[in-house]
């Protein structure tokens, strides 16, 4: 078993993202604002050389955190059906921490789904808010880790 995170190029991301994340939509629907931006990073993470999960960072503020200028932001984090339980998604978040660790980020946040809550809090994340809807996607949370 060969597994390694690599960083990939944001158009790489879009089927991943199109199957686990947006139900099969078109892929202009997958796309995100910021996905080009040259501070954004893509990780992939390929399983015996098969790309199976994809996680974004990208620099943005969330009105909620007092550290300006000092945030990361963890977008379109998913894992292909067929490579899920096999700790692929760990591996993306572990590799997700260290690099906002590496860059001197203060926090690192999201819009979690709902099912994806307790994943993310054995890593120590936290809930902030109510559960608030994303169009077209379904119910979410806030939540961050300080850094």
Known sequence: MNIQIR????????PIRQKVLRDGKALEFCKMPGDDDNSTIHLGVYFNNVLAGIATL????????????SQLRLRGMAVLPDYQKKQLGN???EKAIEIA??????????????????FYQKFGFSVKGNVFMIEDVGPH???YKSL
């Open 141 to 143: 949370f806030l939540m």
């Open 101 to 118: 660790k590496s860059q001197n980020y203060k926090i690192l946040w999201f819009n979690a789904r709902e099912i994806a809550v307790g």
């Open 58 to 69: 990208m620099i943005d503020d969330h009105p909620d955190f007092s550290f300006k200028n």
């Open 91 to 93: 591996l993306l978040l």
């Open 7 to 14: 960083v990939v190029e944001s158009n790489t991301v879009l």
